[in-house]
């Protein structure tokens, strides 16, 4: 559980390296079509290319940054999640769990990355096909790795105990970034112009360039590909921030109710898992609104210049396209709420604990839950409509700034409901108007915004 904890607060602050990339990916797709209908040959490889390089270069350097300090900080990350080293045999199995883990750092920041890229050529079907084969093989490892028994065949298994699943879960992540690599290989993405060869051996060229830090790039595209690696670099730095912030929210959220009692937290927690569970499902319609978004925005920005009637026909489809799916979140998330109200009117067993005082804070909690999915879903969508422009810094200031605000909420909270109607809707409210007012900016209804970008224009 603690080993669990400390991944979860690791990955999840690079969780948004997924839309980071998909955004980035889907504007370039957008350029590279515009550069080939014009015939340009300048800047040799498409744009797309570059971009597709450059996050998985950073990813894996993420990765390795996290991987690191795992390793060397494993025995203070165990400490602060209340595992000390004076209980040997807890301490023992979870350190090894947790090193064995920290190997695949770099393979699971890879995978965030490579589902992006695909995400942003409009691509959903690849990344959960990789999903699936990472989890089967996860599912057949874990048992065969953890275990060992005599069998007919003599002999079965690795006998590992908790390593084993470390181990097992490891080489599932690996599998699937290598995975991920060869399919971008084939697909050409991660290939230069005119790079030709098997996988091994672009994958070789491409390893012992990094290592030796040697190209054949002219002076142009060298500039370039600063340009793009400065750019992700400050997106996904905002975009770190903005995940780091939410965790904290969360977590103090859980720490309020942990000094209630156990049967707060015990309810608290299971609303949670049943918040994230519905959450998960109102995430899907955000992916297409910021694939969607990041395509008809850099179409906006490359009219902007060129034609006053092409720009006024492209901000129309941009202002459409937000109200369209503003409107579809709130549809989804009113059926969403319904459907949660649902399952508190027929309060079925396989969810509910036999716990009399945890089921009575549970069940009073279900329809402040209920109400706040459509909170959500409007602010999963405006959020994803964000990052499809481009605005990651508008979702960084709006998370710190509403995680404070809800945190301040939550220390006044004494209840149970007083944390999730008081602090947990503060956050989300508040990350909705920063949302709003940055979807707002795209579309040009904030002047003061407008002038500056003139300002700057003319400078």
């Known amino acids: 559980g603690a080993c669990t904890s400390i991944f979860h607060l690791a990955f999840h602050c690079v969780k948004g390296t997924t839309a980071t990339t998909a955004s980035l990916v889907a504007g370039a797709v957008v350029r590279d079509e515009q550069k080939q209908q014009a015939d340009e ?6 744009e797309t290319t570059l971009i597709a390089q450059t996050s998985m270069q950073q990813a894996f350097i993420t990765g390795t940054v996290i991987s690191l300090f795992l390793l060397a900080f494993g025995t203070k990350c165990l400490n602060a999640m209340g595992i000390p080293k004076s209980s040997t045999l807890l301490f023992s199995s979870a350190f090894s769990y947790l090193n ?12 965030t990355a490579s589902e992006g890229i695909f995400r942003g050529f409009g691509d959903v079907i690849t990344p959960w096909k990789v999903s699936l084969v990472v989890a089967g093989l996860n599912l057949v490892l874990d ?20 390593k084993g699943a470390a181990v097992a879960t490891s080489f599932s992540q690996l599998c699937g970034a290598l995975l991920y690599g060869s399919l971008l290989l084939r697909k050409g993405v991660l290939r230069s ?59 103090y959220a859980t720490s309020r109710a942990t000094r209630m009692g156990h049967s707060i937290v015990a309810a608290h927690q299971m609303g949670l898992s049943i918040w994230m569970l519905f959450s ?26 060129n034609s006053d009637e092409k720009f006024a ?21 009113l059926i969403v709420s319904a459907a949660v109200l649902l399952l508190y009117k027929l309060q079925p067993s396989f969810i509910l604990t036999n716990d009399p005082a945890v089921r009575t804070n549970l069940l009073q909690l279900f329809p402040h839950l209920s109400a706040q999915m459509t909170l959500v ?31 301040t909420r939550l220390r006044l909270s004494t209840s149970l409901i007083g944390i999730w109607s ?32 003139a300002e700057e224009e003319a400078a």
């Open 100 to 111: 064995y883990r920290a190997v695949a750092a770099p393979a699971v920041v890879l995978l």
């Open 193 to 251: 112009n005119g790079e030709g060869g098997s996988i091994p051996k672009i994958a070789w060229k491409k390893l012992k360039q990094i290592v030796s830090r040697n190209s054949d790039d002219s002076a142009e595209l060298k500039q370039k590909k600063r340009a793009i690696a400065l750019t992700i670099l400050r997106a996904n730095a905002a975009m770190i921030l903005k995940q780091g912030s939410l965790l904290l929210g969360w977590a």
């Open 280 to 305: 998960y499902a109102l995430d899907g319609i955000s992916v297409a609104a910021q694939v969607l978004m990041a395509r008809e925005y850099e179409e906006l920005r490359i009219v902007e210049k």
């Open 143 to 162: 048992p065969f790795c953890m275990f060992r028994k005599q069998t007919g065949m003599g002999m079965m298994g690795l006998g590992m105990g908790i």
């Open 422 to 453: 008081g602090g947990i809707v503060s956050l989300f409210l508040g990350r909705l108007i920063t949302a709003l007012l940055a979807v707002l900016d795209m579309n040009g209804f904030i002047p003061r915004r407008k002038a500056l970008v």
């Open 377 to 407: 879903s409007a602010t999963l969508v405006a959020e994803a409509l964000t990052v499809g422009g481009g605005r990651f810094k508008w979702l960084a200031f709006g998370t710190t700034v509403s995680s404070l605000v809800a945190m």
């Open 41 to 46: 040959k300048g800047i040799t490889q498409k």
């Open 313 to 333: 026909g492209q901000q129309k489809k941009v202002r459409s396209l937000s109200v369209y799916m503003m409107v579809a979140s709130l549809i989804q998330g």
